[in-house]
């Protein structure tokens, strides 16, 4: 179908080379101008404006252009024009350029489609079967009013166009076309169309029907068609035929030349194909060709070498990809068992931050029970002064000597209490800072190999993936897997402390229920903290397998970067895990400080409590009781340091709170970005499934050398060769337009002949019309007024054709 179209539009521009060309002057510039235009659904899509100038002298002039984006076929270079010219300066007797052009044409055609009488575009007709009608009409723009017999008479000027449409025979039948003609070329049926748009309304009541039949402004054209295939119309317009001075003075043999151009035009089709192609080539860029060809021979033996360096890397090459389809279904497999892992640790995050509710209710309350402590040792700061301020009546009280050793007998015991408890409290306390001392440094070392893999995942690129043998991240995820180890290990520690914590006599009850509470959420932390190291090492031994790839991943781009951002807010939670390990750390060690003061005090004024009561045992004397005053003093002085050291121990109970709920906070922050990470992990194992599969075709990479590359290099071979014949090529090409040039005038010669035949021929009723010479020399005139589409000025003897492609 293609080739037959090539041969309607070689067709179609021969019969712009029928019509009569100008005979130029010997010292004019022959300018031949051919407008090419892509319509659409009547609509024009593009309008594009070849000029080629030729001269027998080289080409020194003003050239009046009204085109837009002008090149230099020959060239390629841009040109500009300055008020509306073109200055030419050249050693050139030929100048081709082509530039837009935004001047409306003279003739409108229109193609209108009916399918079983509806109408439709041509677009809509694919596929559809039925009885269709095509109709083909030209409108003429161009008129002038002119008083012919004593009345003024719209006078079109002369346009003939010429249309071709091919069809498939299998798919188009039944061709009826009364106007047209209709030709068979193989399986294919063309038909030819000849209107005169405007010319039957020139001699409107001044010719006879009969006369005018040959004139028509429309053509319809019907058949039947099967699974139909829109086509393309190749139509060319011209006025040349009336440019020169006409001496026709009988219509009808105007009327039978124009059937019998009709009728002759299949003959034109057949016999311009060599002509249609070479006119082609030319508005293409003929010497753009020529000029090109030398850089086009140095070109192709560079291109020659380099493809000997790619025959002889290409084996290198082969060897590279050959285990890529192995280890992109590694690949495939660690990606699933990373995404099995990372859903393993955000259900381990998820745990952790289903008890960090507890752990922080935990430690509200053991701040709570340090307020109680501190507010209870103020009570008994108060109760001590009272008792070293009664010490000073004491030589007056000793008849009060039994209810006063009942007392200080009552206070022993409620200060021995206290002493043990502090004491157990102290030991206690000291065995959760050295736990939570170790636990710091263990998350700190976690903390540090997550920031340094956060920092590595970050620096991941598409490149870094082509090699991600080179990603190392084996050492870090040992480290965090270790350091998840040692956390398990310390809360071990912590877990005994609070154990010993758990053996204080008569604590209070927020004291027990903080104890309680505490002991869970370590064991719970131990879990999770056993549950993330398996996981690191699951993730770390999926990583392995995903490094034994090389090359692109660059459909998982978008996996990549969900991944970075996840990881990013793991770290970022990591950190502020890691804060809040520091917190607890410090905070336990000021408790185990202040514990220490505090059981040590208590020991100091159980001491020095009994020393006074055995003195008031053993016999009461004002020597003695002036001892157990001073006694009394220094229990007073020992109760005010457990004082001090209870509102420390209260106020590192309310900063570890504070730490606690951070420690809290983080985690719930973890397990938020746990559906992230999950999602991540999941569209990047899908991403890496995809990979894998289509890393199956390059098992057949090596073909591409055998079929591909060492072809390629031969033919490029043959093209070096050929390529030192270009030019010659190139300036056979250039003659071939003289040829072509030539046949135009050869085909003007014989239409003219034609048109003598007519004048030999007169029709003395064609005498007796005056008008109708009135009307053919106005013709003529407004032919040759409209001589040139882009611009014409003195020294210029111009002729252009518009050449449409309908779609």
């Not at 040109?79 to 300066?89: P, Q, R």
């Not at 109680?372 to 000793?398: F, H, M």
């Not at 306390?429 to 440094?441: C, D, P, V």
Request: aromatic share 4%; charged share 30%; no cysteine.
């Amino acid at each position: 179908m293609k080739k037959n179209l090539q041969r309607v539009v070689a067709g179609a521009v021969v019969f712009s080379m029928l019509l009569p060309s100008t005979a130029f002057a010997a010292n004019n510039i022959n300018k031949s101008e051919t407008v090419y235009v892509i319509k659409n659904n009547g609509e024009i899509r593009d309008k594009t404006v070849s000029v080629w100038l030729n001269s027998e002298e080289n080409i020194r002039t003003k050239d009046r252009t009204n085109l837009e984006d002008i090149k230099n076929l020959k060239t390629d270079e841009k040109i500009d024009s300055k008020g509306g010219f073109i200055e030419w300066d050249e050693d050139k007797k030929d100048i081709y350029y082509q530039g837009k052009s935004e001047k409306d044409l003279p003739i409108d055609v229109n193609i209108k489609y009916f399918l079983d009488g509806k109408e439709m575009k041509s677009s809509e007709l694919k596929g559809k079967s039925g009885h269709l009608k095509i109709e083909i009409s030209a409108e003429n723009k161009e008129f002038a009013v002119k008083k012919i017999g004593g009345k003024n008479k719209k006078i079109y000027a002369p346009y003939t166009v010429l249309s071709a449409m091919s069809f498939d025979s299998e798919i188009a039948y039944n061709i009826e076309a009364k106007d047209s003609k209709v030709v068979k070329d193989g399986k294919n049926e063309i038909v030819t169309t000849v209107l005169t748009p405007g010319l039957r309304e020139n001699f409107k009541n001044i010719l006879e029907e009969r006369q005018m039949e040959e004139f028509r402004n429309s053509s319809t054209i019907e058949m039947d068609v099967k699974d139909y295939e829109p086509i393309e119309a190749y139509v060319v317009i011209s006025n040349e035929l009336f440019q020169n001075k006409l001496d026709i003075e009988s219509i009808d043999k105007l009327r039978d030349g124009v059937r019998e151009l009709e009728d002759n035009s299949q003959k034109l089709v057949d016999a311009s194909v060599k002509l249609s192609k070479a006119q082609g080539e030319l508005n293409n860029g003929i010497a753009k060709m020529g000029d090109g060809a030398k850089k086009l021979e140095d070109g192709s033996k560079e291109l020659y070498d380099k493809s000997g360096e790619l025959e002889n890397k290409f084996n290198e090459v082969i060897e590279k990809i050959k285990p890529v389809p192995e280890y992109a279904a590694k690949m495939d497999d660690g990606g699933s068992k990373l995404t099995s892992g990372i859903s393993k640790y955000t259900e381990a995050v998820g745990m952790m931050n289903e008890n960090t509710g507890k752990m922080v209710e935990g430690a509200g309350k053991l701040a709570q029970g340090s307020r109680e402590l501190d507010e209870g040792l103020g009570k008994l700061k108060i109760a001590t002064s009272q008792l070293r301020e009664g010490s000073s009546k004491l030589s007056k009280v000793n008849d009060l000597k039994d209810n006063l050793t009942k007392k200080l007998m009552e206070l022993k015991a409620g200060i021995g209490e206290l002493s043990t408890g502090a004491s157990s409290l102290h030991q206690g306390l000291k065995q959760a800072s050295q736990g939570a001392n170790e636990l710091a440094q263990n998350n700190a070392t976690l903390n540090g190999a997550i920031q340094e893999m956060n920092s590595k995942v970050q620096g991941i690129t598409g490149a870094d993936l082509a090699g991600m043998q080179n990603l190392d991240v084996s050492s870090d995820l040992q480290n965090i897997g270790a350091g998840a180890g040692s956390i398990g290990s310390n809360l071990a520690e912590v877990q005994n402390a609070i154990a010993i914590l758990s053996q204080v006599e008569n604590p209070t009850e927020q004291v027990q229920e903080a104890i309680q509470i505490l002991a869970g959420a370590s064991q719970n932390i131990g879990a999770n903290a056993q549950g993330i190291a398996e996981s690191t090492k699951s993730v770390g031994s999926k990583l392995e397998s995903l490094q034994n790839l090389s090359g692109s991943l660059g459909n998982i781009s978008s996996q990549i970067k969900v991944l970075k951002t996840n990881m990013n807010s793991v770290a970022t939670a990591s950190n502020g895990i890691n804060g809040g390990m520091e917190k607890l750390s410090s905070s336990l060690n000021e408790l185990e400080s202040g514990a220490g003061r505090i059981s040590g005090g208590l020991g100091q004024v159980n001491a020095s409590l009994d020393q006074g009561m055995g003195e008031v045992t053993n016999g009461m004397d004002l020597s003695e009781l002036n001892k157990l005053g001073e006694s009394l003093v220094k229990l007073d002085d020992a109760t005010g340091q457990l004082k001090e050291g209870s509102q420390k121990l209260r106020a590192g109970t309310e900063e570890s709170e504070a730490g606690v709920e951070k420690l809290a906070s983080a985690i719930n922050e973890l397990d938020g970005n746990s559906e992230k990470l999950n999602s991540g992990a999941s569209e990047l194992s899908n991403g890496l499934h995809e990979f894998k599969e289509k890393s199956k075709m390059l098992n057949d990479f090596p073909r591409l050398k055998t079929e591909g590359i060492s072809p390629m290099r031969e033919g490029i071979w043959k093209i070096n060769d050929g390529i030192h014949t270009l030019s010659d090529g190139t300036i056979k090409l250039e003659n071939g337009s003289v040829e072509i040039d030539t046949a135009m005038k050869t085909f003007s010669e014989k239409l003219q002949e034609f048109k003598q035949k007519g004048i030999d021929e007169l029709d003395n009723k064609t005498r007796e019309l005056p008008e109708f010479k009135e009307i053919v020399d106005e013709m003529s005139r407004l032919a040759k007024e409209e001589s040139s589409f882009t611009g014409t000025t003195e020294g210029f003897e111009t002729k252009f054709r518009i050449i449409e492609k309908i779609k």
